[in-house]
Protein backbone atom coordinates (compact mmCIF):
# COMPACT_ATOMS: atom_id res chain seq x y z
CA UNK A 1 0.00 0.00 0.00
CA UNK A 2 1.19 3.50 -1.21
CA UNK A 3 1.32 5.25 2.45
CA UNK A 4 1.44 8.58 0.39
CA UNK A 5 -2.33 7.69 -1.15
CA UNK A 6 -3.89 5.82 1.74
CA UNK A 7 -1.83 7.78 4.28
CA UNK A 8 -5.14 9.19 7.01
CA UNK A 9 -6.87 5.96 8.97
CA UNK A 10 -9.94 8.75 10.26
CA UNK A 11 -13.08 6.90 8.51
CA UNK A 12 -16.40 8.70 7.93
CA UNK A 13 -19.46 6.12 6.82
CA UNK A 14 -22.26 7.47 4.46
CA UNK A 15 -24.69 8.41 4.21
CA UNK A 16 -24.93 11.84 5.45
CA UNK A 17 -21.15 11.26 6.89
CA UNK A 18 -20.54 10.12 10.29
CA UNK A 19 -18.07 8.42 12.01
CA UNK A 20 -20.69 5.72 13.99
CA UNK A 21 -19.53 2.28 13.10
CA UNK A 22 -22.94 0.73 13.49
CA UNK A 23 -24.67 -1.80 10.92
CA UNK A 24 -27.50 0.52 10.71
CA UNK A 25 -28.17 4.21 10.01
CA UNK A 26 -31.04 5.18 10.89
CA UNK A 27 -32.39 8.62 9.77
CA UNK A 28 -34.82 10.88 11.19
CA UNK A 29 -37.02 13.45 9.46
CA UNK A 30 -38.80 14.59 6.24
CA UNK A 31 -36.41 13.23 3.00
CA UNK A 32 -33.96 11.73 5.82
CA UNK A 33 -32.40 8.62 4.61
CA UNK A 34 -31.41 5.34 6.55
CA UNK A 35 -29.05 2.47 6.03
CA UNK A 36 -29.69 -0.72 7.44
CA UNK A 37 -27.63 -3.32 6.40
CA UNK A 38 -29.92 -4.79 3.38
CA UNK A 39 -30.22 -1.17 1.60
CA UNK A 40 -31.62 1.91 1.64
CA UNK A 41 -34.82 3.52 2.65
CA UNK A 42 -36.00 7.73 2.20
CA UNK A 43 -38.22 9.11 4.50
CA UNK A 44 -41.31 11.08 2.89
CA UNK A 45 -39.73 14.80 1.81
CA UNK A 46 -43.23 16.60 2.72
CA UNK A 47 -42.72 17.52 6.46
CA UNK A 48 -47.03 17.12 7.13
CA UNK A 49 -46.86 14.30 5.24
CA UNK A 50 -44.21 12.94 7.30
CA UNK A 51 -45.31 13.64 10.54
CA UNK A 52 -48.62 12.26 10.07
CA UNK A 53 -47.39 9.14 9.29
CA UNK A 54 -45.18 9.32 12.63
CA UNK A 55 -48.26 10.53 14.83
CA UNK A 56 -50.47 7.27 13.50
CA UNK A 57 -47.78 5.62 14.38
CA UNK A 58 -46.05 4.35 11.40
CA UNK A 59 -42.75 4.52 9.74
CA UNK A 60 -42.32 7.13 7.45
CA UNK A 61 -40.74 5.58 4.63
CA UNK A 62 -41.20 6.38 0.94
CA UNK A 63 -39.20 4.14 -1.01
CA UNK A 64 -36.22 2.10 -0.66
CA UNK A 65 -33.62 -0.15 -2.40
CA UNK A 66 -32.41 -3.69 -1.34
CA UNK A 67 -28.90 -3.89 -2.26
CA UNK A 68 -27.01 -6.94 -3.94
CA UNK A 69 -23.63 -7.88 -3.40
CA UNK A 70 -21.64 -6.11 -6.27
CA UNK A 71 -24.11 -2.54 -4.44
CA UNK A 72 -22.58 -3.54 -1.79
CA UNK A 73 -19.32 -3.36 -2.99
CA UNK A 74 -19.56 -0.46 -5.14
CA UNK A 75 -21.35 1.13 -2.03
CA UNK A 76 -18.33 0.53 0.28
CA UNK A 77 -15.56 2.30 -2.91
CA UNK A 78 -17.82 5.22 -3.05
CA UNK A 79 -18.14 5.77 0.41
CA UNK A 80 -13.98 5.50 1.05
CA UNK A 81 -13.62 7.61 -2.11
CA UNK A 82 -16.27 10.93 -0.92
CA UNK A 83 -14.87 10.03 2.99
CA UNK A 84 -11.32 9.46 2.75
CA UNK A 85 -10.72 11.00 -0.43
CA UNK A 86 -9.13 7.55 -1.19
CA UNK A 87 -9.89 3.91 -1.67
CA UNK A 88 -7.45 0.39 -2.06
CA UNK A 89 -9.24 -0.91 -4.42
CA UNK A 90 -7.57 -4.75 -4.17
CA UNK A 91 -8.44 -4.13 0.06
CA UNK A 92 -12.12 -4.10 -0.82
CA UNK A 93 -12.10 -6.55 -3.26
CA UNK A 94 -10.98 -8.95 -1.26
CA UNK A 95 -12.65 -8.07 2.07
CA UNK A 96 -16.09 -9.05 -0.49
CA UNK A 97 -14.66 -11.75 -1.95
CA UNK A 98 -13.57 -10.81 -5.66
CA UNK A 99 -11.06 -10.29 -8.18
CA UNK A 100 -10.47 -6.79 -8.45
CA UNK A 101 -10.43 -7.19 -12.37
CA UNK A 102 -14.36 -6.60 -11.64
CA UNK A 103 -13.19 -2.77 -11.85
CA UNK A 104 -10.98 -2.62 -14.99
CA UNK A 105 -13.10 -0.85 -17.45
CA UNK A 106 -13.82 1.82 -13.98
CA UNK A 107 -9.85 2.24 -14.23
CA UNK A 108 -9.83 3.27 -17.43
CA UNK A 109 -12.13 5.84 -16.92
CA UNK A 110 -10.62 7.11 -13.51
CA UNK A 111 -7.00 7.01 -15.59
CA UNK A 112 -8.64 9.54 -18.07
CA UNK A 113 -9.86 11.86 -14.58
CA UNK A 114 -6.52 11.49 -13.60
CA UNK A 115 -4.94 13.21 -16.94
CA UNK A 116 -6.99 15.78 -15.79
CA UNK A 117 -6.24 16.65 -12.30
CA UNK A 118 -8.97 15.60 -10.73
CA UNK A 119 -7.52 12.09 -9.48
CA UNK A 120 -4.77 9.97 -8.94
CA UNK A 121 -3.75 6.22 -9.29
CA UNK A 122 -1.32 3.93 -8.13
CA UNK A 123 -2.32 0.58 -9.42
CA UNK A 124 -5.17 -0.48 -7.36
CA UNK A 125 -4.79 2.50 -5.17
CA UNK A 126 -7.23 5.58 -5.96
CA UNK A 127 -7.55 9.41 -4.68
CA UNK A 128 -9.55 11.76 -5.56
CA UNK A 129 -6.96 15.25 -6.25
CA UNK A 130 -6.77 17.57 -3.08
CA UNK A 131 -7.12 20.77 -4.79
CA UNK A 132 -10.20 19.07 -6.77
CA UNK A 133 -11.83 18.10 -3.13
CA UNK A 134 -15.19 19.44 -3.88
CA UNK A 135 -15.43 17.43 -6.97
CA UNK A 136 -14.95 14.33 -5.37
CA UNK A 137 -18.35 13.14 -6.19
CA UNK A 138 -17.12 13.30 -9.82
CA UNK A 139 -14.64 10.40 -9.54
CA UNK A 140 -16.46 8.04 -7.09
CA UNK A 141 -19.48 8.25 -9.60
CA UNK A 142 -17.06 6.12 -11.93
CA UNK A 143 -18.03 3.40 -9.74
CA UNK A 144 -21.50 3.98 -9.01
CA UNK A 145 -23.17 0.98 -11.62
CA UNK A 146 -26.69 2.43 -11.11
CA UNK A 147 -25.56 6.36 -12.67
CA UNK A 148 -25.86 5.34 -16.21
CA UNK A 149 -29.19 7.15 -17.99
CA UNK A 150 -29.85 8.65 -14.21
CA UNK A 151 -29.10 12.24 -16.05
CA UNK A 152 -31.05 14.09 -13.95
CA UNK A 153 -32.11 12.14 -11.21
CA UNK A 154 -29.17 12.94 -8.78
CA UNK A 155 -27.54 16.20 -7.30
CA UNK A 156 -25.51 17.53 -9.39
CA UNK A 157 -21.21 17.01 -8.61
CA UNK A 158 -20.84 21.34 -9.51
Known amino acids: MNPDLLARDDRLRLPRYTTDAAPALIGFGAAAISAPPQGYARNIAAVPADARMIEVGQVPTARGLALTPEDR ?27 AAVFEPELARIDALCGE ?8 Q ?16 VFDARLAGTAGTHAPAL
Open 117 to 124: GLARRVRG
Open 126 to 141: VAGSAAARALVRVVAS
Open 73 to 99: LRRDVIERLTCDLRVDLDAVCARHAVG
